[in-house]
């Protein structure tokens, strides 16, 4: 692969990175929890490299074109945001100064981060429809090692945006309690919607 194909593949993921969503909200509502982010973003991230070595493997195809599969996917991630999402509205987090949080969290937060993106359908139909057309058969490499490296480069963008995003939202709102609260839900507010619209466009279908 050349670096110009990496170069045009970065500039289009990092669109998609940059662009806030349910991995947005997850990540700004560790950072108001308190000292979980760097396991959140782990999470993310962990669900992100499934997603390509899943359709690396050409199981995205498989997934892709049986509707069950596919609803019984859409299904399970839009139940599992609306449940994060509730819980956020219910019990909004508001950062404090010196708090700190257990160890075991740190596991509970990397799992959540990572049911989030790797349940995301749109995360999966996005990779599955846009990390292939950046491959070049006629490379040294077998594609599904292209796909691999072009899905570690896209989760090495989001590791840097979701960091970012979840240190900010604490450094900017642990002076603010009222705004931390409203943020964080409206954080749970946007995991709910993007879940409902999910169903709807399975509706749709």
């Known amino acids: 692969m050349s670096l110009s194909i990496f170069a045009a593949f970065w500039a289009v993921s990092f669109l998609f990175v940059i662009t806030p969503g349910a991995d947005w909200a997850y990540a700004i509502s560790a950072g108001l929890f308190g000292r979980v982010v760097m396991p959140a973003v782990a999470g993310l991230l962990i669900g992100h490299v499934l997603a390509t070595l899943v359709v690396a493997a050409g199981v995205g195809g498989l997934v892709a074109s049986n509707p069950v599969a596919l609803s019984v996917l859409t299904i399970g991630g839009a139940a599992y945001l609306i449940w994060l ?9 508001v950062p404090q100064a010196g708090e700190t949080q257990a160890t075991g969290s740190w596991a509970r937060w990397t799992l959540k981060g990572a049911c989030v993106s ?10 599955l429809a846009l990390l292939p057309q950046f491959t ?31 240190f900010g939202s604490r450094a900017v709102l642990q002076a603010r309690p009222v705004a931390a609260k409203a943020v964080s839900r409206l954080s749970g507010a946007i995991m709910i919607i993007i879940a409902v619209l999910l169903l709807i466009d399975q509706i749709l279908r």
Do not use: E
Request: aromatic share 12%.
């Open 118 to 127: 790797g349940l995301n359908p749109k995360v999966f139909l996005l990779f």
């Open 85 to 93: 999402g509730i819980n956020m509205l219910l019990r909004p987090s």
């Open 136 to 166: 070049d058969p006629t490379a040294v490499w077998p594609v599904p090692f292209q796909i691999v490296a072009l899905g570690l480069l896209h989760a090495f963008s989001c590791g840097v945006i979701y960091l970012a995003v979840g």
